[in-house]
């Protein structure tokens, strides 16, 4: 069973720095990999999928990067919007894992 | 629209049982696998199980496998979630979500309900 882990856990940025947030998987896997999005009492909206390709509706500063084992999420240009958990989801793989989780705080 | 609704979630003892249930609307329900997700409270993501667009295949977290039943009634765009022997650790929000692959899984969630809360009490 492959498990994701993320870093850092909480990441301190300030409204229009960039923000990079770390996925790693235990070994090699495809480039199926998601991002999410999770905004205090909200349900989870879908930013990344296949590593690299925007969700529709989602802005242009989110990207999304990496192979292998190390991915990689990267916010250009923090928004105060943008302030959330984030959690990385393999799929493809059985059951399909996610990430602990990444919380972007106001610095 | 993509509409995702869950219901169902309440106080429940040890031992127990509870039937979830997410009417969808806004897209092709028919046409897409299904999930159910789950989020202890201050925690993170859990996948629990996945119903195939004709509910013809299930499976199921071997936290849940045994205890736990996804079905869906297509004629009524609902999906369901039966928990039977409900422990502690069931307790969570359980979020229903759209598989992002039209007739087939890519187990990615393009869609989700805005989930309901089980507290399992003992």
């Known amino acids: 069973e492959i498990v994701m882990t993320q870093s850092p856990a909480t990441l301190s940025v300030s409204p229009g720095e960039r923000a990079t947030l770390s996925c790693r998987a235990s070994q090699s896997v495809s480039s199926t990999l998601a991002w999410y999005q999770q905004k205090p009492g909200q349900a989870p909206r879908l930013l990344i999928y296949?590593?690299?390709t925007r969700a529709t509706g989602v802005p242009a500063r989110f990207s999304g990067s990496g192979s292998g084992t190390e991915f990689t999420l990267t916010i250009s240009s923090l928004q105060s919007e943008d302030f959330a958990v984030y959690y990385c989801q393999l799929y493809n793989h059985w059951p399909p894992p996610f990430g602990p989780g990444t919380k972007v705080e106001i610095k | 629209e993509v509409q995702l609704v869950e219901s169902g979630g309440v106080v429940v003892q040890r031992g127990e049982s509870l039937r979830l249930s997410c009417a969808a609307s806004?897209?092709?329900?028919?046409?897409?696998?299904m999930h159910w997700v789950r989020q202890a409270p201050g925690k993170g993501l859990e996948w629990v199980s996945l119903i195939s667009w004709d509910g013809g295949a299930t499976f199921y977290a071997d936290s849940v496998k045994g205890r736990f039943t996804i079905s869906r009634d297509n004629s009524k765009n609902s999906l369901y979630l039966q928990m039977n022997t409900l422990r502690d650790e069931d307790t969570a929000f359980y979020y229903c979500?759209?598989?992002?692959?039209?007739?087939?899984?890519?187990?990615?969630?393009?869609?989700w309900g805005q989930g309901t809360l089980v507290t399992v009490s003992s």
């Open positions: 979500a759209k598989d992002a692959k039209y007739s087939g899984h890519s187990d990615y969630f393009d869609y």
């Open positions: 806004g897209f092709s329900f028919h046409d897409y696998a």
């Open positions: 296949g590593a690299s």
